[in-house]
């Protein structure tokens, strides 16, 4: 069964960048695809991007200039750093698999932008 | 980027009331569309996968049909349990899309 869990800070103060790391179980990150989608009230469900083939990314071009996301195989594990952060981007973060999501995500974390 | 749509935006109903749900994509999206259901506090839990295929473990009340731009997600029996709010999501071409969701609740 595979199991995913965000990890890392809940405030972030403005301008900062934000790290996020998901810690993956029951498989590989060195197959299938990785994905961070992020929730707010005010912009719904949002596509951030996805790590595959061990390094391959595709961002949201909305968010292309801010992001990166990173993958660690010897930890079984992937990030998420998003610089610049503002109030807008105050959101529920979740890690997820597959090419087209799905079935595999992550319980989610909160990260909340304030001084 | 592909744009989806719901309707309604929110809907009440009666315990045992058939429930239907509609999603449209602004262009073809083939059969590549999930259906989630999310509960507050929750993450997604996927419903159905490539517009037609019940989830593994999903309750045989759900069910969806449709491609290239519309699909609907039918709840054959409304339960209690079901009190959510349901999305779409188009996976044809990144970035990967969302539709705003249906929020059902009871009557």
């Known amino acids: 069964q595979v199991q995913l869990q965000e990890s890392g800070p809940g405030l972030v103060k403005p301008s900062e960048t934000l790290s996020l790391t998901c810690s993956v179980s029951?498989?590989?990150?060195?197959?299938?695809?990785w994905n961070w989608i992020r929730q707010s009230p005010n912009k719904g469900l949002e596509w951030i991007g996805f790590?595959?083939?061990?390094?391959?990314?595709v961002y949201n071009p909305s968010l292309k200039s801010r992001v990166t996301i990173s993958v660690d195989m010897s930890k079984n594990q992937f990030s998420l750093r998003l610089n610049s952060m503002t109030a807008a981007d105050t959101a529920v973060y979740y890690c997820?698999?597959?090419?087209?999501?799905?079935?595999?995500w992550g319980q989610g974390i909160l990260v909340t932008v304030s001084s | 980027d592909i744009q989806m749509t719901q309707s309604p935006s929110s809907l009440s109903a009666s315990v045992g009331d058939r429930v239907t749900i509609t999603c449209r994509a602004s262009h073809s999206i083939a059969s590549y569309l999930n259906w989630y259901q999310q509960k507050p506090g929750k993450a997604p839990k996927v419903l159905i996968f490539?517009?037609?295929n019940l989830q593994s473990g999903v309750p045989s009340r759900f069910s969806g049909s449709g491609s290239g731009t519309d699909f609907t997600l039918t709840i054959s029996s409304l339960q209690p349990e079901d009190l959510a709010t349901y999305y779409c999501?188009?996976?044809?071409?990144?970035?990967?899309?969302f539709g705003p969701g249906t929020k059902v609740d009871l009557k």
């Open positions: 997820a698999r597959g090419q087209q999501l799905g079935r595999y």
């Open positions: 029951g498989g590989s990150v060195s197959t299938n695809y």
């Open positions: 999501q188009q996976g044809y071409s990144t970035p990967l899309t």
């Open positions: 790590i595959y083939d061990t390094g391959s990314t």
């Open positions: 490539a517009a037609t």
